[in-house]
């Protein structure tokens, strides 16, 4: 059976992100999506709320999970036996960050978390995490960034964040 994990910080997922885990979701047999505990990063979702998102929006896909984890790669990859780590590429600016991340996550490994990479469809290869952030912070229209649904999860966190309830 081919399993596969889709790490990232989700924060939050688009379209982008979508795109990536219904085609990967078509080449490997299990998809883990794993979300990144980034304590350090100070996400606009808690780890919880990005790992419901994800479930919520890939509930159509029955052979997509998620999950998270904290720490390295390697070792969550190493604890639930996968092998293949999936990564979407938008531009020539991802390959270099990438690239590099890959290489390091195979050393470290000793070869045994190898990276694949999905180039992302054209008309999302404009999107990022930070610009629906960016966007939405400005009130500004994410409806095509991101889900009905996540797109009003996102507007509510800026409305308490002006209110200073977060
Ligand atoms: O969505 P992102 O923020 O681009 O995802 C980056 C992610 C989560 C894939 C990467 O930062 C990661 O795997 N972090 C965990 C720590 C780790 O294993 N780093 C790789 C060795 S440098």
Do not use: W
């Not at 979300?35 to 896909?61: H, M, Q, W, Y």
């Not at 290489?103 to 990022?128: H, M, P, V, W």
């Not at 991101?146 to 966190?157: C, G, M, Q, T, Y």
């Amino acid at each position: 059976m081919k399993r596969a994990v889709y790490p990232g910080s989700f924060d939050p997922m688009t379209f982008g992100h979508l795109d990536i885990i219904r085609r990967a979701s078509e080449i490997f047999d299990v998809l883990i999506v794993a979300v990144l505990n980034n304590k350090g990063k100070c996400p606009l979702f808690s780890v919880e709320e990005r790992v419901n998102i994800l479930r919520e929006a890939t509930k159509d896909l029955p052979n997509v999970y998620v999950d998270s984890f904290s720490g390295l790669l390697i070792n969550y990859a190493a604890e639930n036996n996968l092998h293949v780590a999936v990564r979407g590429l938008r531009a020539i600016s991802d390959f270099e960050y990438e690239l590099q991340i890959a290489q390091t996550n195979r050393k470290l490994s000793n070869g045994k978390l190898d990276t694949i990479f999905l180039t992302t469809s054209l008309e999302y290869a404009y999107l990022s995490s930070s610009s629906v952030k960016e966007i939405a912070s400005f009130n500004g229209d994410i409806s095509q960034c991101v889900p009905e649904f996540v797109a009003d999860l996102i507007h509510e966190k800026y409305k308490n964040k002006e209110q200073g309830n977060e």
